[in-house]
């Protein structure tokens, strides 16, 4: 008895090729055209033929929704391509500082704000100043000594005179020197952009310590 290896024998068990692919009917070819055209034209009533300005008519109405078509979905691959390459384009802003516009905390009376600022430069000594829809200050925090960074603040809801600060939106802004002797100023709200994370088709920033919508940015500087 001959023995024959599987391989020898592969195409005897080989299963039949069977074409599963499934023809795009969502659209007309100029084969498509044609057929209709050539249909129209046998069952036509020999004693009625279809007048040749109207075949042509609706062939040339085919091709026009066939290229209506076609244009509609090369826009709708023109404008992913572009949002895309928007999103991506994002990453160049790494590093850079965003403003988000306003340096505005709601206090919820008996209640403790959290907040952070950013501090471009080296801390030598300064204050925070938090201040009231009129501008002024009700209250300062001293921010120590300590290098350039986002550092958080609490604020228990309390006046410099120690009494409860009434609910409502309250200011940050920051007075500081630096170690060379330079008086600086900055405020909650403007941060350096970490990272950028795409998530669910939304272009997200990480300023301070949280992800926030690119939207939501009003300047990067």
């Known amino acids: 008895m001959a023995i024959t290896s599987i391989g020898e024998n592969a195409a005897l068990y080989a299963e039949p090729v ?3 692919s499934v023809k795009d009917k969502t659209s007309l070819s100029s084969d498509d055209f044609m057929t209709l055209l050539l249909a129209q034209l046998q069952h036509q009533d020999p004693t ?4 040749t300005e109207q075949i042509l008519t ?12 076609k244009t509609n979905i090369a826009l709708e691959e023109l404008a992913a391509s572009l949002a895309a390459s928007n999103d991506f384009s994002t ?3 790494i590093g850079k500082t965003a403003d988000l516009g306003s340096n505005a905390i709601m206090l919820d009376e008996g209640a403790t704000s959290t907040f952070e600022v ?11 100043e938090i201040l ?4 002024a200050i009700i209250q300062t925090m001293d921010v120590g000594t300590n290098p350039s960074g986002v550092y958080q603040f609490e604020w228990d809801g309390l ?3 120690g009494t409860m600060a009434d609910s409502g939106v309250y200011y940050i802004t920051s007075s500081y020197r630096d170690p060379e002797g330079n008086n600086l100023t900055t405020r909650m709200g403007a941060y350096p952009i970490e990272s950028v994370r795409f998530e669910n088709g939304e272009t ?14 009003v300047e990067v500087y």
């Open 18 to 20: 069977v074409d599963t």
């Open 48 to 51: 009625e033929p279809t007048d």
């Open 58 to 69: 609706q062939t040339s109405q085919l091709a026009s929704l066939e290229a209506t078509d």
């Open 91 to 93: 990453i160049s802003a």
């Open 118 to 128: 950013y501090f471009p430069s080296d801390i030598e000594s300064g204050t925070l």
């Open 132 to 135: 009231d829809s009129n501008g």
């Open 159 to 161: 006046d410099a005179s």
């Open 204 to 217: 997200l920033v990480k300023v301070g310590s949280s992800y926030i919508p690119l939207e939501n940015i």
